[in-house]
């Protein structure tokens, strides 16, 4: 089992970065993703989400910016960034969860810099 992320990098304000989340070893289908993310000296904070029903939630901060897709042939779920600015910069992280279980990644790190 087996959760990574994917797709970050250093961009400039106002443009776009789309992240992966990419399950190995059971299907995401029936969980929910949660994307988090935690900038330098700052507490892990929720972005934006998914349930097993596909009802999507998203901080204050990031809508209409911000989308979260889900592909169930590719096993994957994406947070589509547009517009990113400076204080999207942080390392995003995905969360697997059902019930009690959560599955967590490594984290891809996101800079939005000029």
């Known amino acids: 089992v087996q959760v990574v992320e994917s797709g970050g990098g250093l961009v400039q304000p106002g443009e776009s970065l789309r992240l992966s989340c990419e399950a190995s070893?059971?299907?995401?289908?029936?969980?929910?993703i949660i994307w988090h993310r935690q900038a330098p000296g700052m507490p892990r904070d929720w972005v934006a989400s998914?349930?097993?029903?596909?009802?999507?939630k998203y901080q204050e901060s990031v809508k209409g910016r911000f989308t979260i897709i889900r592909d169930n042939a590719k096993n994957s779920v994406y947070l589509q960034m547009n517009n990113l600015k400076p204080e999207d910069t942080a390392v995003y992280y995905c969360?697997?969860?059902?019930?009690?279980?959560?599955?967590w990644g490594q984290g891809t790190q996101v800079t939005v810099s000029s």
């Open positions: 998914i349930g097993g029903t596909n009802l999507k």
């Open positions: 969360e697997v969860t059902r019930l009690k279980t959560s599955y």
């Open positions: 070893g059971f299907s995401l289908n029936g969980y929910g």
